[in-house]
């Protein structure tokens, strides 16, 4: 599967599964991605390391520079482009799917979080998943 563990993409509907992002919330996003999907023993906003994963998630969008937008596949940017997610965490993410619902070589994917970065000259893509 070429564009496994993504279903194939339909540039169609990517519209209506993709909700833009605020520079702050896609650092969030991007610093949440650190949790465990089903047994997070400790979500990034009680960590004693907070500061520094978002350190780092803002370092890696720095990299698209000042003029970047972002988008994210999470339902919770639906209604605005700065969602908490630092209090949710990925246990409260519920997103537009755009992993693959094909089982392969025992893998199972069940959720995903993704954030995409763009600026004039690159795309970042970002992305987190659960699976068992």
Do not use: K
């Not at 978002?54 to 482009?81: E, I, M, Q």
């Amino acid at each position: 599967m070429p564009a496994y563990p993504f279903d194939p993409p339909d540039p169609a509907e990517s519209p209506a599964r993709l909700y833009s992002l605020e520079a702050e919330a896609a650092v969030a996003a991007l610093a949440v991605m650190a949790e465990e999907w089903q047994s997070e023993p400790a979500p990034v906003r009680s960590r004693p390391d907070r500061d520094a994963l978002l350190a780092d998630a803002r370092l890696l969008l720095d990299r698209y520079g000042p003029g970047a937008r972002y988008w994210t596949n999470a339902t919770a940017a639906a209604s605005g482009p700065a969602p908490d997610f630092l209090t949710s965490g990925l246990q409260g993410t519920a997103s537009h799917c755009f992993h693959t619902r094909e089982y392969i070589a025992g893998l199972d994917i069940f959720e995903d979080l993704g954030v995409v970065a763009v600026n004039d000259e690159e795309v970042g893509v970002f992305w987190s998943f659960g699976a068992y």
